[in-house]
């Protein structure tokens, strides 16, 4: 796929979303309506308690509008980010949205091609913070700059790949602030994103095959930061 097919994609800035993928919900508001809807400092979304709220989202976020279940979000993110490199549109990257979402990741950051499929995503792009590096340089700069490292500094990057002398995720300690970057399927890590990498590191395998999906690999491995951050595993 070349980057100005639009098929399913949208730009990592979210400008452009589809229509709100329907999942299960409740119907309109029963009784008398929460009060101080419309007011300052109210979840609640008028429409959605007139309409009924038939989005994926926790029963406790029923009803709330969009704006307040992101400002809910970002009051308890977690330290980690994501990347993904997206050279050739790779099919994980919503679904790896998604997961993000889910273990309340700081952010995901796509390097290289603006445009992703979304499908995978299940519109769960609409509550994650998403940003786009256009080059390997630009994501290194970033982490370098953002000052969201240990003590204000670097962001460490932690690539994540089964190649010759990385370490095994199982063995090693996550930075709680850290960045966790993946390839794609197919080439997996660019030999520019391995140099750019702090550490590397495989989850163990035992069976015949190469690798696992690349969206299978963030979803262990942000599990693997969730089990040593929140449940002190380690
Ligand atoms: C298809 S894999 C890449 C291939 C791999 N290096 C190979 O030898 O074929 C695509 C991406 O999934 C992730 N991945 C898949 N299996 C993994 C594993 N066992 N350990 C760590 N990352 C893995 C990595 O981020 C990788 O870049």
Redo the contacts with the bound molecule.
């Keep these: 796929m070349t980057d100005e097919q639009p098929t399913n994609d949208h730009d990592a800035s979210g400008d452009n979303p589809s229509p709100e993928l329907t999942t299960w919900g409740v119907g309109p508001w029963q009784g008398d309506w929460p009060e101080g809807v419309g007011e300052p400092g109210s979840p609640f979304d008028a429409e959605l308690l007139a309409n009924g709220d038939t989005r994926n989202v926790l029963d406790h976020y029923r009803y709330w509008s969009m704006e307040a279940i992101v400002a809910d979000l970002d009051s308890q993110r977690h330290k980690y980010h994501v990347a993904i490199e997206n050279w050739q549109h790779d099919l994980n990257i919503g679904s790896i949205v998604r997961t993000a979402n889910a273990f309340l990741a700081a952010e995901v950051h796509i390097i290289g091609n603006r445009r992703w499929n979304r499908r995978g995503a299940m519109v769960t792009d609409r509550y994650q913070h998403v940003r786009h590096h256009p080059t390997v340089e630009d994501f290194v700069e970033w982490t370098r700059t953002c000052g969201l490292g240990a003590g204000g500094g670097a962001l460490p990057i932690i690539g994540?790949?089964?190649?010759p002398g990385c370490q095994k995720i199982e063995e090693f300690d996550l930075p709680e602030a850290c960045v966790l970057l993946?390839?794609?399927?197919?080439?997996?890590?660019s030999q520019q994103a391995l140099d750019a990498s702090d550490a590397i590191?495989?989850?163990t395998?035992f069976g015949s095959t190469?690798?696992?999906n690349?969206s299978a690999?963030a979803a262990i491995t942000m599990h693997c930061w969730i089990e040593q951050h929140v449940f002190k595993r380690r």
């Design positions: 994540i790949d089964n190649v993946f390839g794609q399927e197919g080439p997996g890590l590191l495989e989850i395998q190469r690798s696992i690349a690999a």
